[in-house]
C-alpha cells in the first residue's frame, strides 16, 4: 500500500482521482493517521469507479464523453468537495468524498444532529482569534484615555474634539431618552389600566389562531443564594397577587446545594404561598460540577433542566403553551403582568422567536439609599424605559425577563460558564434562530432593590462589585463575533447591530465619563494658551453650549420617575423634584466610580485573561427589611 505522501503528490500531479487518494488526503489534511486495516475498511466504500466495489469477472459499463469545459462545470475543484462550506454543526461535519464526488463517507461516529430550525451554536475556542477579541475592548479604553491624558500636554486639539464628540453623542442620546422616555412612561400609564383578559376575549373573536387563556402556563425561576426569607417572601407575594392568572403561575425556586438551610427555607416559602399559586417547587444545583461558573447563570440552567423534565415530561404540560420567566430574588412583578404576558404570548404569531421584557425600577428601596446610588439607578432606568419605547428592535433583555419554553429548551438552555446571563441568552437564542429572535416589550414596571448593606461604605463596595458583574457583559462580543461567523445564512444588517450594540455599550461606559470630566479641564491647565486663539475659542463656546443644553434635559429624568414611583414614604412630596434635580447635577463624578471604573476594571481583566468571580450582591441590611421600602406598598397605579 502506498504511504500517505506518496498519494498526495500523484493526486497533485493531475492522476485521475481514486477513492484511496481522496481518502489519504482527507487523513493527512485532518492529520490523522489509521491501521491497514482500516483504511482498508474504507477503501471498500468506494462505488462502481473503484477497482474494489467491481464484482469478479465484471467491466465498467461504457461512458459517455463529455466536453472538458462540461466536466469543468459539472465537477467543482477539489478543494471545495474536500472543504464543504461552512458546516451548520461543526463539530460533526467532517467529510470525504468517494470516487464519484457525490457519495459522502463519514469517517466519524454518528451523533444526533439538532433541528435545522434549531442549530445548536458552538463556544468560541480559547484560540488566539478569541484572544485577539478578549484584548481588543479593553485595548481601544485604554488607548482613548491614555491619548486623552496625553493630548492634553502636546495636542489639546485631539483631546478638545474627543471630548466634544462625546458631549455631543450625549447630548444626542440624552434628548432621545428624554423623549422616548416620556413615551413609556405614557405608556405604563395606560397599559396598567388595561383588562387583558377582555382584550384576549375581543381578539378571539376576530382570530381563530389563538391560544387558549386557560391553558397557557407560566414558570417562573427564582435563582438565589444566601437571599434573607423576607426578601424572597416579598418576590412570591407579588407572583400570589397577579390578577386573572395567579394559578396559572408555577414558580421554581432555585436554590443552591451549598447554602446550610436552603432546603428548610424552601419548604417554609411552600407552606405559605402553594395553595395560591399553581405550584410552587424547588432544586438544589450542586455545586462543583466541572466547567461551571457559579453564577445565577448556571443555577437558572439547572433549574430550567428541571422545569422541562418535570411539567413537560412527567407532568404532560403541552410545551407550545408554557412560558419560562427568569426572575431575580428582589423582582417586585406588577400585578398584570403575567395576564399582560398570556394576552402577548397567546396572540402574537411568532411567539416562539420573542423575549418579553418590561422596565425595571429600583423603587423598592429608593429613598433608604444613598442619593450617588439612587442617581445611578435613575439612569439605568430611564434609558431601558427609552429603548423600549422605540419599539424593542435595539433592545437587550436585562435581569428579569420571559420567553416560550420550546424556545429556551430547544436552544439548550442557559450556559453554565458564563456569569451575565441576560445579554448572553439573548444573543444565543437570536443565532439560534437565524436572526429571527428580538425583544417585545411589556409596559408594567417590574421593581427591584439597589444595593444596601450595612454601611456606606459597604454599600459603595456592594454597588461596585454589581457594576463590575455586568461590565463583566464585555465577554458577550467575542461571543457575538464568533456566532457570526458560524452563521452566515443570517444576514449581516442584522448581526452587525448585535456586535455593535454590545461593544458600543461598554466602550462608551467606560470611557465617555472620564473623558467629560478631564477632557476640557486638563487642557486648560496644560495650554491655558490655546484658548486665545481662534480654535480654542471656538471650541470652548461650544463645549459650553453642550453644557447648558444637558442642564435644560437633566431635570425631565428625576421628574419621569416621579410620575411612575410618587412621593417617598414618609416624606414630603413637594421635596422630592428639587432634591432629584440638585442631586442630579453630581452624575459626572458618580459615573465615573460607579460606571465608568468599574468598566475599565472588567475590561483590563479580560484583556489580560483574569477571571471574574461572582459575588453575591447585598442588597438590604442582614436581619431586617428596610424601614421605608416600598415593598409596603403597592407601586403608584397598582391599585387601578
Not at 464543504?84 to 459522502?104: H, L, S, Y
Not at 463645549?543 to 411612575?564: E, H, K, N, Q
Not at 460606571?595 to 438590604?620: D, F
Request: overall charge positive; aromatic content about 10%; proline content about 8%.
Amino acid at each position: 500500500m502506498k504511504r500517505y505522501d506518496e498519494l498526495e503528490d500523484s493526486f497533485l500531479r493531475g492522476e485521475k482521482p481514486s477513492v484511496e487518494k481522496l481518502i489519504a488526503r482527507e487523513l493527512r489534511r485532518q492529520r490523522r493517521s489509521l491501521s491497514a486495516e482500516r483504511l482498508a475498511a474504507l477503501f471498500s466504500l468506494g462505488t462502481t469507479n473503484s477497482p474494489t466495489s467491481r464484482a469478479p469477472g465484471t467491466r465498467h459499463a461504457p461512458q459517455r464523453r463529455t466536453h472538458p469545459a462540461e466536466q469543468r462545470q459539472k465537477r467543482p475543484p477539489f478543494w471545495r468537495e474536500l472543504t464543504p462550506a461552512r458546516p451548520a454543526t461543526p463539530p460533526f461535519d467532517a467529510w470525504v468524498r468517494t470516487a464519484n464526488w457525490r457519495t459522502p463517507v463519514d469517517l466519524r461516529p454518528k451523533r444526533p444532529t439538532a433541528s435545522p430550525a434549531l442549530r445548536p451554536t458552538v463556544r468560541t475556542r480559547a484560540t488566539s482569534y478569541g484572544r485577539l477579541l478578549d484584548v481588543l475592548p479593553g485595548a481601544i479604553t485604554w488607548v482613548v484615555l491614555i491619548g486623552t491624558f496625553l493630548g492634553a500636554f502636546w495636542a489639546p486639539i485631539v483631546t478638545i474634539t474627543i471630548t466634544i464628540a462625546l458631549q455631543l453623542y450625549w447630548g444626542v442620546r440624552g434628548l432621545g431618552i428624554a423623549v422616548f422616555g416620556l413615551l413609556g412612561v405614557r405608556r405604563i400609564l395606560t397599559d396598567r389600566k388595561v383588562d387583558w383578559l377582555e382584550r384576549y376575549k375581543s381578539e378571539a373573536s376576530r382570530r381563530d389562531d389563538l391560544l387558549d387563556w386557560k391553558e397557557v402556563r407560566h414558570i417562573v425561576i427564582v435563582p438565589n443564594y444566601k437571599e434573607p426569607i423576607h426578601v424572597l417572601r416579598n418576590t412570591i407575594e407579588a407572583l400570589a397577587a397577579q390578577r386573572q392568572v395567579e394559578r396559572q403561575i408555577l414558580v421554581v425556586l432555585a436554590m443552591e446545594a451549598k447554602e446550610e438551610g436552603a432546603a428548610e427555607k424552601a419548604k417554609l416559602l411552600q407552606r405559605e404561598f402553594d395553595a395560591r399559586l399553581g405550584g410552587i417547587f424547588y432544586t438544589l444545583h450542586p455545586s462543583g460540577i466541572p466547567g461551571e461558573v457559579p453564577g445565577k447563570s448556571a443555577n437558572e440552567a439547572w433549574a430550567g433542566r428541571w422545569a422541562h423534565e418535570y411539567f413537560v415530561q412527567r407532568m404532560g404540560y403541552e410545551l407550545s403553551a408554557l412560558t419560562i420567566t427568569s426572575c431575580d430574588a428582589d423582582s417586585v412583578f406588577h400585578p398584570s403582568y403575567f395576564a399582560c404576558l398570556t394576552h402577548q404570548f397567546a396572540v402574537n404569531p411568532s411567539r416562539y422567536v420573542r423575549l418579553w421584557q418590561a422596565p425595571l425600577f429600583f423603587h423598592n428601596n429608593a429613598w433608604d439609599i444613598p442619593a450617588f446610588i439612587r442617581l445611578v439607578t435613575l439612569f439605568m432606568s430611564m434609558n431601558q424605559l427609552a429603548q423600549l419605547a422605540t419599539g424593542g428592535r435595539r433592545t437587550f433583555p436585562i435581569s428579569t425577563y420571559s420567553a416560550s419554553l420550546s424556545l429556551v429548551h430547544g436552544v439548550g438552555g442557559w450556559d453554565t460558564d458564563i456569569i451575565p446571563e441576560d445579554w448572553h441568552m439573548f444573543l444565543k437564542c437570536f443565532f439560534a434562530r437565524r436572526g429571527e429572535v428580538r425583544v417585545e416589550p411589556i409596559f408594567l414596571p417590574v421593581s427591584a432593590d439597589a444595593p444596601q448593606a450595612d454601611t456606606a461604605a459597604k454599600t459603595v463596595a456592594s454597588r461596585y462589585q454589581q457594576a463590575l458583574r455586568h461590565a463583566w457583559g464585555i465577554t458577550d462580543f467575542r461571543y457575538a463575533v464568533s456566532q457570526s461567523r458560524l452563521h452566515p445564512e443570517i444576514p449581516w444588517r442584522h448581526k452587525l447591530p448585535k456586535i455593535a450594540a454590545v461593544l458600543r455599550e461598554h466602550l462608551v461606559l467606560s470611557v465617555s465619563w472620564i473623558v467629560l470630566v478631564v477632557g476640557f479641564t486638563l487642557p486648560h491647565l496644560a495650554n491655558p494658551g490655546f484658548f486665545a486663539t481662534d480654535v480654542g475659542a471656538f471650541c470652548a463656546r461650544l463645549y459650553r453650549d453642550l453644557i447648558i443644553g444637558a442642564t435644560v434635559i437633566s431635570p425631565i429624568f428625576p421628574v419621569m420617575d416621579y410620575l411612575l414611583s410618587g412621593p417617598p414614604a414618609n416624606r414630603s412630596r413637594w421635596l422630592q423634584i428639587p432634591q432629584a434635580i440638585i442631586e442630579w447635577n453630581l452624575m459626572p463624578l458618580i459615573t465615573i466610580v460607579f460606571v465608568a471604573l468599574p468598566s475599565v476594571h472588567a475590561q483590563t481583566k479580560l484583556m489580560l485573561g483574569r477571571p471574574l468571580a461572582y459575588k453575591v450582591t447585598q442588597k438590604r441590611p442582614s436581619g431586617a427589611p428596610a424601614k421605608t421600602s416600598r415593598r409596603d406598598r403597592p407601586l403608584r397605579g397598582a391599585e387601578s
